[in-house]
Nanobody
Framework: QVQLVESGGGLVQAGGSLRLSCAAS????????MGWYRQAPGKQRELVAR???????NYADSVKGRFTISTDNAKNTVYLQMNSLKPEDTAVYYC???????????WGQGTQVTVSS
């Protein structure tokens, strides 16, 4: 099992910044990807950004150039730096860890990000 604990959400004005953190514990070996998803009211959960175990990243088109995903492997922590936030970024953000070989996904409890206009 992998436990994921998120922090860093909150309320911010448009144009502001927030940094989300997700600390992983438990059976963290063999995690291939860690990432951030978000779900706005009435919408499906969508991928925001993810990073592979070899450091490659990919982002949703809507956040490219504004968000940056990074990891601190020593702390088993993944970060999402969010700049130039927009009201449409408002959502619950979920941390995800994926073990491809085992087809396992682990999720955090979610953290609310609200961007006011």
């Amino acid at each position: 099992q992998v436990q994921l604990v998120e922090s860093g959400g909150g309320l911010v004005q448009a144009g502001g910044s927030l940094r989300l953190s997700c600390a992983a514990s438990g059976s963290t070996f063999s995690i291939n990807y860690m990432g951030w998803y978000r779900q706005a009211p009435g919408k499906q959960r969508e991928l925001v950004a993810r990073i592979s175990s070899n450091g490659s990243t990919n982002y949703a088109d809507s956040v490219k150039g504004r968000f940056t995903i990074s990891t601190d492997n020593a702390k088993n922590t993944v970060y999402l730096q969010m700049n130039s936030l927009k009201p449409e970024d408002t959502a619950v953000y979920y941390c995800n860890a994926r073990k491809v070989a085992l087809t396992l996904d682990y999720w955090g409890q979610g953290t609310q990000v609200t961007v006011s206009s």
